[in-house]
């Protein structure tokens, strides 16, 4: 793994596997950042398939450190893999908030489900495939406040950073600069604001203040290309931007409006 400008090594600990399948256009990305005794996975993916692969790498990264995970939210896409990790006696921390039930997640395979463009596909139910040896498993540490990591020469930051969902962490590792945001940021993609209300996106606003004070010189967020150097103040502005517009409008950018009548009910679950 090089430590160039493409490739998953970000920096002397940190590491991010990016382009975890979710459902199109989205991917969502995960990372870890490598101690000299224990590796912290940064999310799970969406489904057990995405954990192989992060979990995978995390190994390999430095083989005989302890894993332990961190979800930066309650959404699917986030901790669709807290299974596979779990089931390898793995602790998965996570905002106290995030307690997901077996109905949630089976609304969200249905919705996956609805969204199949091929009808014989959609009957076929083919998002069961995707979510194949997938279990709905919530975190068994809970986290309600800023909390520090000793990863062994490497310290790392849990920082609450809510807004997208109340649950939402933020993963700092001061020595190399480098954030993982979750979806507090997006790149490329619209920010999903439809999982809160104006109340819960001002306090989007003041996470992203905080996000800006400590200054990162790589981001690494919910989803979307990897933000470096100057790109980081682009994507805090465009977020920024999209939330001032939504409170001083009253509704999300992808908000169901009457005058689209074929637009599918949207749960905000990305
Ligand atoms: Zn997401």
Redesign the pocket.
């Known amino acids: 793994m090089r430590s160039d400008n493409s490739g998953m090594r970000l920096s002397n600990r940190c590491y991010a596997v990016t382009g975890l399948g979710y459902s199109a256009p989205w991917c969502?990305n995960a990372g870890f950042a490598v101690g000299d005794n224990l590796t912290l996975v940064v999310d799970t993916g969406g489904n057990a398939l995405a954990a192989q692969t992060v979990h995978g790498y995390a190994s390999a990264a430095r083989p005989g450190n302890h894993l332990q995970v961190v979800n930066t939210e309650k959404?699917f896409?986030?901790i669709g893999g807290n299974g596979f990790f779990r089931e390898r006696g793995i602790d998965v921390w996570g905002h106290v908030g995030t307690v997901r039930t077996e109905e949630d997640f089976q609304a969200e395979i249905a919705e996956f489900n609805d969204s199949i463009p091929n009808q014989a596909r959609r009957e076929r139910g083919e998002a069961r495939a995707f979510f194949h040896g997938t279990h709905l498993v919530n975190p068994n540490r809970q986290i309600d406040s800023d909390t520090r990591f000793d990863l062994g020469g490497c310290t790392v930051e849990i920082l609450l950073t809510p807004g997208h969902t109340a649950t939402n962490l933020s993963v700092w590792v001061p020595d190399d600069e480098v954030l993982f945001t979750g979806?507090c940021l997006i790149n490329e993609y619209l920010p999903n604001l439809d999982a809160g209300t104006p109340v819960d996106w001002q306090i989007w606003l003041e996470s992203l203040k905080r996000i800006e004070s400590l200054k990162p010189t790589i981001v690494v967020a919910?989803?979307g290309p990897v933000a470096r150097g100057n790109e980081v103040q682009v994507i805090v502005d465009t977020v920024r931007r999209v939330l001032q517009e939504s409170i001083a409008r009253g509704y999300s950018p992808t908000a169901n409006r009457a005058s689209d009548p074929l637009s599918p009910p949207n749960s905000g679950a990305?």
């Open positions: 969502v959404h896409d986030h979806d919910g989803h990305a």
